[in-house]
């Protein structure tokens, strides 16, 4: 086992705000640790949870205390808003701000997350829906009536339009691919198209070509897709993200799609990467990056737990995410190979209860896909929790130890933000 790295007075610096960055505070400071703890956050905003603004938020179900995380004040943690982190001194531990100040600890923690990715257009009315001020700016243009787009066919998309629908507008889902069917398979697409469908959801498939048109007042008018022009109030572009690491550019980390981490999230000496900008390696040598709420929580616990010496479970949950979608909760447990074959388990993907097997070639079982199956999902994942291997080295701190970059993944992830058009 690694032995315990940070002391009373260790510094710990988290650079992320996020629900990473307040999960590793939190963990950190009730596993006893009492030295000082700075949390370093772009955003304005005080750490709030990302997973509902896409569901009650957008829809209105929920209010902004809804989704905000405990109070830091009550952690006794150094909060600090408004800073976005410029550079990392990995020998130094040493992080540069944007208001031209640097901060050195004894370890630090990036948690800086990921960002979504943007269609070429500064027209009004055309948005993201990553923040909670993209939430805010959706929520007071969508109304009965109004007419909603959603470019990309993975959650986001999907759950935009799903929400749309609640509010009495209309939703039309426009992607180059069915709903989900790059990652989960033709099965769970078709019972998800079939959902929105009964649920007045259009779809445009097989785009290819976008154009953006302008009423005149420099907002959205309408988007052309393959020459179909679907009139827009409010476009939710969901194509997908990329990890916060540009300022990690010259610091010697090794960056492949996310900062590359060994098996415990450790990438340098004393540095630790988790959630949507970290990608772990795995026993078998392939590595993921989470990009769910349930990755960025249990790596920031991980990574606490191990500063702090304290045990380790020796069994690891398969990753999970779920989507709530007009009134039915889909999740998906484990991962999903490439190769994989695909079965019904249970009920039919004319139902929205669904219960869908993947396997490997040979057999081996691999992940669930659940539509109101949240019993069968949670008895899956305990069922088939994978062993922990612990590691033989000494201090994470020390100069042992340090990651290689993995080979690419060999099965796909379940994240929450990587979406598909």
Request: hydrophobic letters at 40%; a negative charge; aromatic letters at 6%.
């Amino acid at each position: 086992m690694y032995a315990e790295t940070v002391t009373a007075d260790s510094r710990v610096i988290i650079v992320g705000a996020g629900l990473a960055g307040f999960t590793a505070a939190e963990t950190l400071r009730q596993g006893g640790h009492h030295g000082e703890i700075v949390v370093v956050g772009a955003e304005t905003h005080r750490p709030y949870d990302r997973p509902p603004l896409s569901k009650g938020m957008l829809s209105g179900a929920l209010a902004i205390s809804d989704v905000s995380l405990e109070p830091m004040g009550a952690l006794e943690v150094d909060l600090r808003l408004g800073l976005s982190a410029l550079a990392l001194d990995v020998p130094a531990r040493s992080v540069s701000l944007s208001d031209g100040s640097s901060l050195a600890a004894d370890v630090v923690i990036i948690a800086s997350g990921s960002r979504p990715k943007l269609l070429p257009t500064d027209l009004g009315g055309v948005h993201t829906l990553y923040s909670l001020d993209d939430a805010l700016a959706i929520r007071e243009q969508i109304g009965e009536g109004s007419k909603v787009v959603s470019i990309g066919t993975g959650f986001i998309g999907l759950e935009a339009a799903s929400a749309a629908r609640s509010l009495g507008a209309s939703a039309t889902v426009i992607g180059n691919s069915a709903p989900l069917h790059r990652r989960f398979g033709q099965f769970a697409s078709e019972a998800v198209l079939g959902l929105h469908e009964r649920n007045g959801v259009d779809f445009v498939l097989g785009a290819t070509e976008l154009e953006f048109r302008s009423d005149g007042r420099a907002r959205i008018a309408s988007v052309v897709a393959n020459g179909t022009e679907i009139e827009a109030d409010v476009v939710v572009v969901g194509i997908g993200s990329a990890p916060n690491v540009e300022w990690l550019a010259g610091s010697g980390l090794l960056i492949d799609d996310g900062i590359v981490t060994d098996q415990w999230g450790k990438a340098a000496p004393g540095i630790f990467a988790v959630g949507d900008c970290a990608r772990w390696q795995r026993p078998d040598g392939t590595s993921h990056r989470g990009e769910h709420w349930t990755a960025a929580q249990s790596e920031a616990r991980e990574v606490a737990h191990l500063l702090l010496g304290a045990p380790l479970s020796p069994k690891v949950e398969p990753d999970y995410v779920w989507s709530d979608q007009h009134g039915v909760r889909l999740q998906i447990a484990g991962l999903i190979p490439p190769d994989a074959v695909c079965e019904v388990e249970s009920g039919s993907i004319e139902d929205a209860d669904l219960l869908l097997r993947y396997s490997h070639p040979d057999g081996t079982d691999a992940a669930r896909f659940g539509m109101n199956s949240a019993r069968q999902i949670m008895r899956w994942r305990k069922q088939n929790r994978w062993d922990r291997t612990f590691p033989p080295a000494p201090d994470p701190g020390s100069e042992a130890s340090t990651p290689s970059v993995p080979d690419e993944p060999a099965a796909a992830g379940v994240g929450g933000q990587s979406q598909e058009y």
